[in-house]
């Protein structure tokens, strides 16, 4: 159980384009979802924190106008990077959670990650 | 605040000997503290956590932890490294906020050598 998937696994496109990465929980509801970003060879730095049908908390330093998160209902999130750079090319990992604010002992569930590389 | 560092960025280890990984934490109260797999273009997998109750825990693969308060220490053991060990762990300790969040460590990487 607590089976977190996303998608696409990897992704190469052109600087300036708009990538989606999908993160959904297949089952169980997620009113939690939080986005990671993993440079290499680097550790997991937190970008924000989701909570189903409310806007997202962002990490001070992360612009949120750069990475845009929807979290429309109980079983996806959405991250997406607008308007992308080279510099933007990381491996993005999300995890999720069935309880929100306040439910912090629940486990959270990972999923694969998404290697997102911009030329 | 809450945080965690990892002694070791490397730890290279012949296959069938034990694996130490350490982790330091920091914190004002009593940590949850966690310790994560991560294999090659992979997402992370639970090994184990702390939360107060043994201070001895053991997680799945045959690995350990320790948590010490006294040297304010949560490290990771295995009598016997397999070839599948080796991967990138993670020492991470939850922030006490209301979300929850995770403190992650830098990480480290383990070698086995055959």
């Known amino acids: 159980g607590a089976v977190v998937s996303q998608h696409p696994s990897r992704v190469i496109c052109k600087s300036g384009t708009s990538v989606k990465i999908e993160c959904r929980s297949l089952?169980?509801?997620?009113?939690?979802m939080f986005w990671y970003r993993q440079f290499p060879k680097q550790s997991l730095m937190l970008m924000a924190t989701?909570?189903?049908?409310?806007?997202?908390?962002?990490e001070q330093g992360v612009e949120k106008d750069k990475f845009l998160i929807n979290h429309a209902s109980l079983t996806l999130s959405t991250l997406t990077v607008t308007s992308a750079h080279p510099e933007d090319s990381s491996f993005y990992i999300c995890?999720?959670?069935?309880?929100?604010?306040?439910?912090?002992?629940?486990?959270?569930?990972f999923g694969d990650g998404t290697r997102l590389s911009i030329l | 605040a809450q945080s965690v560092t990892q002694l070791d960025s490397h730890v290279s280890v012949s296959e069938g000997t034990p694996v130490l990984l350490r982790c330091n934490y920091s914190s004002s109260y009593s940590p949850s503290l966690f310790w994560y797999v991560q294999h090659p273009n992979k997402g992370l997998q639970l090994l184990l956590k702390?939360?107060?109750?043994?201070?001895l825990v053991k997680g799945i693969n045959g690995f350990e932890a320790e948590f010490k308060k006294s040297e304010t220490s949560f490290h990771l053991t295995k009598p016997s490294a397999h070839m599948s060990d080796a991967a990138e762990y993670f020492c991470v300790v939850r922030v006490t906020d209301s979300w929850g969040k995770l403190q992650f460590g830098a990480g480290t990487q383990v070698v086995v050598t055959p």
């Open positions: 089952d169980f509801q997620a009113t939690t």
């Open positions: 995890s999720a959670r069935a309880g929100g604010e306040h439910y912090s002992n629940q486990p959270q569930h």
């Open positions: 702390y939360t107060s109750a043994a201070t």
């Open positions: 989701s909570n189903e049908g409310s806007k997202a908390t962002y």
